[in-house]
């Protein structure tokens, strides 16, 4: 600066604008091009964590007593699968059960008493032992829901009440069904109550007098056919069996061995004309092997062959009587 405070040189190139300084370029990150199933290597981290996870396995300790307890484990299930595949589980309930109910009876609980009502066809002793009750069964441990269900396993028992009466007495009240009729199928006859159920595979001599049905599925719907046969005493009297065909329409055979085809609808009307033909004309005890009902408008009759013979014979001798009786001409 002068003498008066002034600077000693120009101040203009304050004033010019400065240009900036030339930048180099920044360089471009290099982008990696993406390979189809390319295998990456695994990142420092993940190495480290696998590790850490590879030693925490290899310093754990099982708990004292595990050997053991899984050694056991093992021979407990192997006991159990010899016992299930030798079919020694029923022995080992059974013996379980008596060891119980002896700890019953001797607790004062032995069943000393048991009164049964209701049986009819099934005997006592068949009863009891259905129910599961022996002579050293105890009051105490009896499943009355569970012996209710075991006694009507058999046909014949369609219900039945069980009762304990404590310290030894048991109550069973049971209701039969009742036989109904006696079904025919592959040459085997078996009793049937009415709703089907097969009661016995044999006859009694008190049940021979019962309807015969024969068919299969004839078991089913006996109860309905033979129901509507009751309301024509004069015909079901007569009948020796009832026979299903084909699952859709039902066959009479009487005891004289003639057969009654009824239709697959409306058999009740068929039934009513019956009766009305036998009443009139007496076709049932004509000589005669079968009558045809099935169509609405007709009866058809099949004669026997003496029968049949005799008509044959008939038309023989009788035509050419009334061929010669027509040439000779009114006299």
Not at 23 to 42: F, G, I, K, M, S
Not at 197 to 218: C, F, H, K, M, N
Not at 265 to 279: C, F, P, T, W
């Amino acid at each position: 600066m002068d003498g008066g405070r002034r600077l000693a040189q120009s101040l203009t190139w304050i004033a010019q604008p400065r240009t900036p300084r030339p930048t180099a370029p920044r360089p471009q990150r290099a982008v990696a091009a993406v390979v189809p199933n390319e295998v990456r290597t695994p990142r420092p981290h993940l190495r480290r964590q696998g590790r850490r996870l590879w030693f925490a396995i290899l310093r754990f300790k099982l708990p004292r007593g595990m050997g053991l307890a899984s050694a056991a484990l093992l021979v407990f299930a192997s006991i159990a699968y010899g016992i299930v595949v030798g079919d020694h589980l029923p022995a080992i309930v059974a013996a379980f059960e008596d060891a119980r109910d002896q700890v019953g009876n001797a607790a004062g609980f032995r069943i000393t008493a048991v009164e049964l009502t209701g049986n009819i066809h099934v005997s006592r002793e068949e009863v009891l032992p259905i129910a599961g009750i022996t002579g050293r069964s105890a009051l105490i441990f009896l499943d009355v829901e569970w012996t209710r269900e075991r006694l009507k396993t058999n046909p014949w028992i369609a219900d039945a009440n069980v009762l304990k009466l404590y310290p030894g007495e048991l109550k069973i009240r049971i209701s039969e069904r009742e036989p109904f009729a006696l079904w025919q199928r592959d040459g085997r006859v078996s009793v049937i109550a009415n709703d089907g159920t097969v009661l016995e595979p044999y006859i009694t001599p008190s049940l021979v007098r019962l309807p015969l049905v024969v068919g299969q599925d004839a078991q089913m719907r006996a109860k309905a056919f033979l129901a509507l046969l009751d309301r024509y005493p004069d015909i079901r009297d007569q009948v020796r069996a009832s026979i299903l065909v084909g699952g859709r329409r039902w066959n009479l055979r009487l005891h004289n061995g003639l057969d009654v085809r009824l239709p697959e609808n409306e058999v009740a009307r068929a039934l009513e004309r019956l009766v009305m033909l036998d009443r009139d004309v007496k076709l049932i005890s004509r000589d005669i092997t079968a009558i045809d009902l099935r169509l609405p408008d007709r009866v058809t009759v099949r004669l026997s062959p003496p029968a049949a013979q005799a008509r044959s014979d008939e038309l023989k001798y009788s035509t050419p009587k009334k061929q010669a009786t027509k040439k000779a001409g009114p006299a």
